[in-house]
């Protein structure tokens, strides 16, 4: 990337359509601690259509949010819902110190959150808690290696390379120097 190149400041937020707008409140404020920080209720013009839904912000400490909408028209509901199959693979991940990472398991646990709702993997580059919200989707909160600055040096350089050596058929793992099987 070119040093110069202007990037986005940070995430505003990131949105999903939820089926209970209370029971995501209460997950992400009451239980994960996300203070509401916002709601708004809206009435537009989208997608040739007037749509009219809820939309609330849960605020990050840099004044970012996850965002969740839902609709009071049921066939908006069913258009937008979340119904997506669940896949670890699609989630949102926030950064996280290990101290907040430990509260937040111990927040589940006293919440008697369903221990198949939530697991902890180690990647090598990253140690990670992931847990479902009510519509399935994962929240993944994730501390950085104690060597990440190290890490990120070693990885940049070959990062298109490597994309590169994948795209062509060869997709011999190169996590093997921080990542356990």
């Known amino acids: 990337m070119n040093a110069s190149a202007k990037l986005p400041q940070r995430l505003h937020h990131n949105a999903h359509v939820v089926k209970d707008l209370e029971k995501t409140r209460s997950f992400y404020e009451d239980v994960l601690g996300l203070p509401l920080v916002a709601t708004w209720c809206e009435q537009t013009m989208l997608f040739g259509k007037e749509r009219t839904y809820c939309h609330c912000f849960f605020g990050l400490a840099d004044e970012s949010a996850l965002a969740f909408f839902q609709f009071a028209d049921a066939s908006d509901q069913q ?82 390379s490597e994309l590169k050596r994948w795209l062509a058929g060869d997709h011999a793992p190169n996590n093997t120097a921080y990542n356990r099987h």
């Open 79 to 160: 258009e937008f819902g979340p119904e997506l199959p669940v896949s670890g693979f699609r989630h949102i991940a926030l950064k996280v110190d290990r101290s907040l990472q430990d509260q937040l398991l111990g927040r589940l646990k006293a919440a008697n959150y369903p221990a198949d709702k939530y697991y902890v993997l180690e990647h090598g580059y990253c140690h990670s808690l992931y847990a479902l919200d009510p519509d399935n989707m994962i929240v993944e909160f994730t501390t950085d290696h104690p060597e990440v600055e190290r890490i990120n040096a070693e990885v940049l350089p070959k990062a298109h």
